[in-house]
């Protein structure tokens, strides 16, 4: 028989002094209260959201109104309920919840019933396969290294074999509980360091400010599960640091020990940026211990365990998943040569917004939420220095916060180069936690010795905040649907594209090697269960369509072609018409001109009609499908002239 | 909740979710159940400790999520293929391992009973339940808004055995039957010319046509080519084509290519 006892008076509860005991009365009538606004505001915040979409369908051009109008009559009564000081614990802790569940909703809408953004295409197939196969560890055509991670794809598959619900619903199942997680955990972090569930709220409402969290940490990508296990490592690691010693130290350990794992096997940057805050932690904690503030025990726990999580991380890295390096290098190299080509001759940037069609208030916020940031840190850095409160953990867990979060400023340099930018927006959900745990006391601090009216300016700040950073983060293209774009990853899918690549999968079957543009191999790679390859360095398969009508193609890519037995080419005729949307035919380093013209012509898309080497199976006007027939071509001639074979 | 009842909790959900899906949504709601009870299996063999119940929700959350890639990755190692009764089976051994070593702690300390916790989950599971509710209700609405029209498209495909058409044909004297498929979404009927060029030899040509959102598929006569040379043969409905390529058959007298 089991026994049971009593809980403890916990250590964190017990220590809240901005939660003072509300009456049971008053309690109950706020309760209710809270619960009827917010029904009736997330009602209305919903229907302002579906008119947002419709909007952008339609092409009004009301969406942006819409759309923040919708967030803020829900966001902004929510904040309010949350760093009220009556609201007790449970009511913050039910608003949090409804909270997580109104932030999912903006992508819920935006991708009802399937993958849409880039890398959910390579997850939704990594599923698939699984489902398919039945095993992990498959190399994905769409991101080469997703297979290598399975945390994410392998939980979405083995929710949709157990319960028979579809892939994508299997992975809004995970993707709600990863954004539940995310804003339990923040909160929960902050209770470990404050241990005022006031300030626990707010920095969660602040860390929901980042540019990631409504569209990008919420698609079925890898760090949308990470950044949830990164926050609770964190949690556990505090109360590791602060737990007593024996068993229970041994226990929490043990739990970040098992997350870090977790963490690692699920995305790649995470773990390494996991590992980036405890490192920090652990050089706060030691120059702590050099002066004798810290206690040795929470010094070398703090070590311990980074070591544990570092030798983690560089053994999957190194034996499971050792083509991250060669897949992480090449943005960091080219971002760092654009930044010294910035510094001496000014090029190599990226403007800002360029050709955006985020209205010019969005674009304003944007800069302003970066000036915003940029104060609130430095009235924090002042206020750390000034305030010395808390337990030696909750102290440094605080200056450790104060790091990452200034680090958030250096990532705004990568912003402004091509190729940095991707990983910089990457490293603003790290990053803004810091600003989150830093700045939440000030905001509470301001609440409870300002003005009146100081509630109001802070409610009009975290509006601007809002909007800035998810305008910076996110372009309009990813947050609405519209009309077709070419050469937008979300956009580009027309119907003719998924019906070329189901009817190559029901004649040829599936695991096709393919040689395709960025946008078809998205669909062909995921839906149409191919292997598609869109071109690199080593392997150039875009000089198949740059080649000029009537000139040879490179026997040394033809002869590559060959012996890997790709077997099929896919056309798509738009690259001769338009622009892509996001400046990319293939992949970011291609060598094709990038204008306001299209870089192909006509007659380069068209060739393929008139070499005996590839058969045209397939023509819906825009894609053609063409069959590789290599024996076709004569020893050292690797092209016919057009019109040749004709005669 | 004792562990004992925990235990056989996650057991029945097991056994529920071993037996097949039949009712989609209910069994998420029985795996997400298991999933969490799982959490708070681990977090009871681990630290087996008092903590704040926002903390223990969100734990047990976070270590019920991770067991499901744990077991797959279990699986692989184990060189079983990762299906559904699989990672029953391995959920299984997980939920008697974890089991045995927090009734072994529990014979000496007992576990710690938060009397905060069910109404903490209560709070959670209301607001989740409600916001799930307006989600689903704003994606009904949203699905049944009348919507633009998505683009259409008329295609020509190679159909039947021509499908398989990988190299040169050999087309006998009599000619051949080629099949092609034809089919087209959301454009209105439309009656296009079908044609077929041998070379540059316009040899055949007739109106077709096409249905809008059907598809079909037309047999379309290529006479032989005139000599054994190789020869591009187009087949094409109004601005879309296939094309292959083909030999007549070789007549005495004449010359090789």
């Given at each position: 028989?089991?026994?049971?006892?009593?809980?403890?008076?916990?250590?964190?509860?017990a220590?809240?002094?901005?939660?003072?005991?509300?009456?049971?009365?008053?309690?109950?009538r706020?309760?209710?209260?809270?619960?009827?606004?917010?029904?009736?505001?997330?009602g209305?915040?919903?229907?302002?959201l579906?008119?947002?979409?419709?909007?952008?369908?339609?092409?009004?051009?009301?969406?942006?109104?819409?759309?923040?109008?919708?967030?803020?009559?829900?966001?902004l009564?929510?904040?309010?309920?949350?760093?009220?000081?009556?609201?007790?614990?449970?009511?913050?802790?039910?608003?949090?919840?409804?909270?997580?569940?109104?932030?999912?909703?903006?992508?819920?809408?935006?991708?009802?019933d399937g993958?849409?953004?880039?890398?959910?295409?390579?997850?939704?197939?990594?599923?698939?396969?699984?489902?398919?196969?039945?095993?992990?560890?498959?190399?994905?055509?769409i991101?080469?290294?997703?297979?290598d991670?399975p945390?994410?794809?392998?939980?979405?598959?083995?929710?949709?074999?157990l319960?028979?619900?579809?892939?994508?619903?299997g992975a809004?199942?995970?993707?709600?509980?990863a954004?539940?997680?995310?804003?339990?955990?923040?909160?929960a972090?902050?209770q470990?360091?404050?241990?005022?569930?006031?300030?626990?709220?707010?920095a969660?409402?602040?860390?929901?400010l980042?540019s990631?969290?409504?569209?990008?940490?919420?698609?079925?990508g890898?760090?949308?599960?990470?950044?949830?296990?990164?926050?609770?490592?964190?949690?556990?690691?505090?109360?590791?640091?602060?737990?007593?010693?024996?068993?229970?130290?041994?226990?929490?350990?043990a739990?970040?020990?098992?997350?870090?794992?977790?963490?690692?096997?699920?995305?790649?940057?995470?773990?390494?940026?996991?590992?980036?805050v405890?490192l920090?932690?652990?050089?706060?904690?030691?120059?702590?211990a050099?002066?004798r503030?810290?206690?040795?025990?929470?010094t070398?726990?703090?070590?311990?365990?980074?070591?544990?999580?570092?030798?983690?991380?560089?053994?999957?890295?190194?034996?499971?998943?050792?083509?991250?390096a060669?897949?992480?290098d090449?943005?960091?190299?080219?971002?760092?040569?654009q930044?010294?080509?910035?510094?001496?001759?000014?090029?190599?940037?990226?403007?800002?917004?360029?050709?955006?069609?985020?209205?010019?208030?969005?674009?304003?916020?944007?800069?302003?939420a970066?000036?915003?940031a940029?104060?609130?840190?430095?009235?924090?850095?002042?206020?750390?220095?000034?305030?010395?409160?808390?337990?030696?953990?909750?102290?440094?867990?605080?200056?450790?916060?104060?790091?990452?979060?200034?680090?958030?400023?250096?990532?705004?340099?990568?912003?402004?180069?091509?190729?940095?930018?991707?990983?910089?927006?990457?490293?603003?959900?790290?990053?803004?936690?810091?600003?989150?745990?830093?700045?939440?006391?000030?905001?509470?601090?301001?609440?409870?010795?300002?003005?009146?009216?100081?509630?109001?300016?802070?409610?009009?700040v975290?509006?601007?905040?809002?909007?800035?950073?998810?305008?910076a983060?996110?372009?309009?293209?990813?947050r609405?649907?519209?009309?077709?774009v070419?050469?937008?990853d979300?956009?580009?899918?027309?119907?003719?594209?998924?019906?070329?690549?189901?009817?190559?999968r029901?004649?040829?079957?599936?695991?096709l090697?393919?040689?395709?543009?960025?946008?078809?191999?998205?669909?062909f790679?995921?839906?149409?269960?191919?292997?598609p390859?869109?071109?690199?360095?080593?392997?150039?398969?875009?000089?198949?369509?740059?080649?000029?009508?009537?000139?040879?193609i490179?026997?040394?890519?033809?002869?590559?072609?060959?012996?890997?037995?790709?077997?099929?080419?896919?056309?798509?005729?738009?690259?001769?018409?338009?622009?892509?949307?996001?400046?990319?035919?293939?992949?970011?380093?291609?060598?094709?001109p990038?204008?306001d013209?299209?870089?192909?012509?006509?007659?380069?898309?068209?060739?393929?009609?008139?070499?005996?080497?590839?058969?045209?199976?397939?023509?819906?006007?825009?894609?053609?499908?063409?069959r590789f027939?290599?024996?076709?071509?004569?020893?050292?001639?690797?092209?016919?002239?057009?019109?040749?074979?004709g005669? | 909740?004792?562990?004992?009842?925990?235990?056989?909790?996650?057991?029945?959900?097991?056994?529920?979710?071993?037996?097949?899906?039949?009712?989609?949504?209910?069994?998420?709601?029985?795996?997400?159940?298991?999933?969490?009870?799982l959490?708070?299996?681990?977090?009871?063999?681990?630290?087996?400790?008092?903590?704040?119940?926002?903390?223990?929700?969100?734990?047990?959350?976070a270590?019920?999520?991770?067991?499901?890639?744990?077991v797959?990755?279990?699986?692989?190692?184990?060189?079983?293929?990762?299906?559904?009764?699989?990672?029953v089976?391995?959920?299984?051994?997980?939920?008697?391992?974890?089991?045995?070593i927090v009734?072994l702690?529990?014979?000496?300390?007992?576990?710690?009973?938060?009397?905060?916790?069910?109404?903490?989950?209560?709070?959670?599971?209301?607001?989740?339940?409600?916001?799930?509710?307006?989600?689903?209700?704003?994606?009904?609405?949203?699905g049944?808004?009348?919507?633009?029209?998505?683009?259409?498209?008329?295609?020509?495909?190679?159909?039947?055995?021509?499908?398989?058409i990988?190299?040169?044909?050999a087309?006998?004297?009599?000619?051949?039957?080629?099949?092609?498929r034809?089919?087209s979404?959301?454009?209105?009927?439309?009656?296009?010319?079908?044609r077929?060029?041998?070379?540059?030899?316009?040899?055949?040509?007739?109106?077709?046509?096409v249905?809008?959102?059907?598809?079909r598929?037309?047999?379309?006569?290529?006479?032989?080519?005139?000599?054994?040379?190789?020869h591009?043969?187009?087949?094409?409905?109004?601005?879309t084509s296939?094309?292959?390529?083909g030999?007549?058959?070789?007549?005495?007298?004449?010359?090789?290519?």
């Open positions: 028989m089991t026994l049971t006892r009593p809980v403890a008076d916990d250590r964190t509860v220590s809240t002094p901005s939660s003072p005991e509300v009456p049971a009365t008053a309690s109950r706020a309760a209710v209260l809270c619960a009827g606004s917010l029904v009736v505001a997330g209305a915040g919903a229907a302002l579906v008119a947002a979409n419709r909007a952008a369908e339609w092409d009004t051009g009301q969406q942006f109104a819409f759309f923040w109008a919708g967030m803020l009559i829900f966001t009564p929510a904040v309010f309920w949350l760093v009220r000081r009556g609201s007790g614990a449970r009511l913050r802790v039910a608003v949090l919840t409804a909270y997580a569940g109104f932030t999912y909703l903006p992508k819920l809408l935006r991708t009802p993958p849409l953004y880039h890398d959910e295409f390579a997850h939704w197939r990594q599923a698939r396969e699984i489902l398919l196969d039945g095993r992990l560890f498959e190399q994905n055509p991101v080469k290294v997703v297979g991670f945390g994410l794809h392998s939980s979405v598959a083995a929710v949709s074999g319960t028979g619900v579809s892939i994508w619903h809004l199942f995970v993707l709600i509980l954004h539940l997680l995310v804003v339990l955990g923040v909160a972090l902050a470990e360091i404050w241990h005022d569930a006031r300030i626990a709220a707010v969660t409402i602040i860390y929901s980042n990631s969290f409504l569209f990008f940490d919420t698609q079925f890898y760090e949308s599960l990470a950044i949830a296990l990164l926050v609770w490592t964190l949690v556990a690691l505090h109360r590791a640091m602060r737990g007593p010693a024996g068993r229970a130290r041994l226990g929490w350990s739990v970040t020990v098992m997350l870090s794992a977790a963490t690692i096997a699920t995305h790649h940057l995470t773990a390494l940026g996991l590992l980036g405890m920090i932690l652990c050089a706060v904690a030691t120059a702590r050099l002066r503030i810290n206690p040795r025990a929470v070398w726990t703090a070590w311990g365990l980074t070591a544990a999580a570092a030798v983690l991380v560089v053994a999957y890295l190194a034996v499971v998943a050792p083509r991250t060669g897949y992480l090449p943005y960091l190299a080219r971002a760092l040569d930044i010294a080509g910035m510094a001496g001759t000014g090029g190599g940037s990226r403007t800002l917004f360029r050709e955006s069609v985020a209205p010019w208030w969005e674009r304003y916020a944007a800069f302003g970066q000036g915003f940029g104060i609130a840190m430095a009235t924090a850095a002042w206020r750390l220095r000034r305030r010395r409160e808390g337990d030696a953990v909750s102290r440094n867990g605080a200056l450790a916060m104060l790091v990452l979060g200034s680090l958030y400023f250096p990532a705004a340099l990568l912003i402004l180069t091509p190729s940095g930018a991707e990983g910089a927006r990457r490293t603003w959900a790290f990053s803004y936690l810091g600003i989150a745990l830093v700045v939440a006391p000030v905001v509470v601090w301001l609440l409870d010795r300002g003005r009146r009216w100081s509630g109001g300016v802070l409610l009009t975290c509006a601007v905040v809002m909007v800035g950073n998810t305008a983060g996110m372009n309009p293209s990813y609405f649907p519209g009309p077709p070419f050469g937008s979300t956009r580009s899918s027309i119907p003719e594209v998924s019906a070329a690549s189901a009817w190559l029901s004649t040829q079957g599936r695991d090697r393919i040689v395709a543009d960025r946008y078809s191999g998205l669909i790679g995921s839906f149409g269960g191919q292997q390859v869109t071109g690199s360095v080593s392997f150039p398969t875009y000089e198949l369509y740059l080649a000029q009508p009537g000139r040879d490179s026997p040394r890519l033809i002869e590559q072609l060959s012996s890997w037995r790709f077997t099929y080419l896919v056309v798509d005729r738009r690259m001769a018409r338009e622009v892509p949307e996001i400046q990319i035919y293939f992949e970011t380093n291609e060598p094709v990038h204008s013209r299209p870089a192909f012509t006509l007659g380069q898309l068209t060739k393929f009609d008139r070499t005996p080497w590839t058969i045209k199976i397939y023509d819906s006007g825009n894609i053609a499908i063409y027939d290599f024996a076709s071509l004569q020893p050292g001639k690797a092209s016919l002239q057009p019109g040749k074979a005669r | 909740m004792t562990t004992v009842r925990l235990l056989a909790g996650i057991c029945a959900a097991l056994v529920v979710l071993s037996l097949g899906h039949r009712l989609p949504w209910l069994f998420a709601i029985v795996l997400l159940t298991a999933l969490l009870a959490g708070e299996l681990w977090l009871r063999a681990l630290t087996g400790e008092a903590m704040p119940a926002i903390v223990r929700i969100g734990l047990a959350t270590c019920g999520l991770v067991s499901l890639p744990l797959a990755i279990g699986l692989h190692v184990a060189g079983v293929e990762i299906r559904p009764r699989a990672i089976a391995g959920l299984g051994i997980l939920v008697t391992v974890l089991g045995v009734l702690r529990e014979r000496a300390a007992g576990s710690p009973v938060d009397p905060r916790l069910p109404h903490t989950l209560v709070a959670v599971a209301v607001p989740g339940l409600l916001t799930l509710v307006a989600g689903f209700v704003a994606l009904q609405a949203y049944r808004l009348p919507h633009p029209p998505q683009p259409g498209y008329t295609s020509l495909a190679l159909n039947g055995w021509a499908t398989d990988a190299r040169p044909v087309i006998p004297a009599r000619g051949v039957h080629v099949p092609v034809v089919s979404a959301g454009m209105p009927t439309a009656t296009q010319p079908l077929v060029r041998v070379g540059t030899r316009l040899v055949s040509g007739r109106p077709l046509t249905e809008p959102d059907a598809t598929s037309v047999d379309v006569f290529v006479p032989a080519p005139p000599d054994g040379c190789l591009r043969i187009e087949i094409s409905l109004g601005a296939t094309v292959f390529y030999r007549g058959p070789v007549v005495r007298g004449r010359p090789a290519c």
